[in-house]
């Protein structure tokens, strides 16, 4: 098998408090109930994902990057994923009369996912399938982390998904800050609403309401030199009672008290120091991880006879001479 770099998702989905559910309860309810959800996952998966492997209580799989088009798409299934197995957890802790401790424990399980982005092949041994790569070890070590512990932040609840914009701005070959080609008037004027505090709505039949910030006050974005009679219009049309922001690349007015109910500025100066400019590349490199530090032993206090306490180690060491002194003793 011809082995290769690819590019693309990797998903784990582990039930935490596994371990001491197993522990702690009967093997064989546990395993009964924890074998329905982890199929129910997998089914979940096979839509859209291909299974790697079971890792004990986790589900490991995988897709390449030509396979989803839309990263939102993951995000929904994690979503959709977490929502049946939360339903399915629940109705079976809620059709059991049995009150053996795995089924009392039932509500305990959670479901947690860790999702990476990078690079990783298949490789083929004695016939089993098995990814390797450095962002393979990555995604799990992920799952090392003690984020539920420092925050309290617990399943359930949503999520939003934003697609990161380009730039809106960027420098010319003078090194002039112009705005990005990519920019169609749509994209342009919705984030120019966003960076003034208006609310992007565009009237169907008002040329110049863009977006409000109240029921009177609106913005009219224009990438044009805006002429001192096509302002004079603008502001007839505003009239008195309302109020116009005119965000535009120039205009050839001197004397802007003329007309009280509109504000005009230029695009881009207006903008510059509102956000960073020219950086389309804001992705996160994570190659360790953050252990939790070491406690120190408080360092001991001396007792009133002048002596040291000992330590925990000289005391285990000394447990450990007496218990076989007294089984020498013994024999």
């Known amino acids: ?3 290769k770099t690819q590019h693309g998702y990797l998903l784990l989905a582990d039930i935490s408090g596994y371990t001491s559910f197993v522990a702690g309860t009967e093997l064989e309810h546990a395993q009964e109930i924890l074998t329905e959800l982890l199929e129910l996952i997998v089914d979940k998966f096979k839509s859209l994902l291909i299974i790697s492997k079971l890792e004990g ?9 030509a396979v989803l088009a839309r990263g939102e798409t993951l995000l929904e299934l994690v979503e959709s994923t977490y929502v049946a197995f939360r339903d399915r957890r629940d109705a079976a802790h809620r059709r059991t009369t049995c009150t053996c401790a795995a089924c009392r424990a039932i509500p305990t399980l959670d479901l947690k996912f860790f999702v990476h982005h990078g690079d990783y092949i298949v490789q083929l041994v004695s016939g089993i399938k ?27 609840g949503g999520f939003r998904y934003f697609r990161l914009a380009p ?10 800050w112009v705005i990005n080609r990519k920019y169609n008037p749509a994209m342009l004027t919705e984030a120019i609403c966003k960076l003034e505090g208006f609310a992007y709505a565009p009237s169907d039949t008002i ?25 004079q219009k603008l502001s007839d049309e505003v009239g008195e009672g309302r109020s116009l922001l005119i965000m535009c ?40 991880l953050p252990m939790k530090p070491a ?33 020498e003793g013994e024999k």
């Open 1 to 3: 098998m011809e082995t």
């Open 57 to 65: 209580d986790a589900v490991f799989a995988y897709a390449p990057q």
């Open 130 to 156: 098995e990814l390797v790569g450095s962002d393979v070890n990555l995604a799990h070590r992920l799952m090392k982390n003690h984020v539920t512990e420092a925050t309290g932040w617990k399943g359930g």
């Open 167 to 176: 730039s809106l701005l960027r420098k010319d070959q003078f090194g002039n």
């Open 207 to 231: 040329y110049w309401q863009h977006g409000r910030s109240t029921e009177k006050d609106f913005i009219y974005v224009t990438t044009q030199t805006l002429s001192r009679e096509q302002i």
């Open 249 to 288: 690349a120039a205009f050839r007015v001197k004397n802007l008290d003329a007309f009280p109910n509109l504000t005009i500025k230029k695009i881009p100066k207006a903008v510059l120091s509102r956000c960073e400019w020219g950086k389309d590349d804001y992705s996160l490199e994570i190659r360790s």
């Open 295 to 327: 406690e120190e032993e408080p360092e001991a206090k001396e007792s009133p006879s002048g002596k040291k306490p000992r330590t925990k180690a000289e005391r285990r060491e000394q447990a450990t001479l007496f218990d076989l002194a007294c089984k």
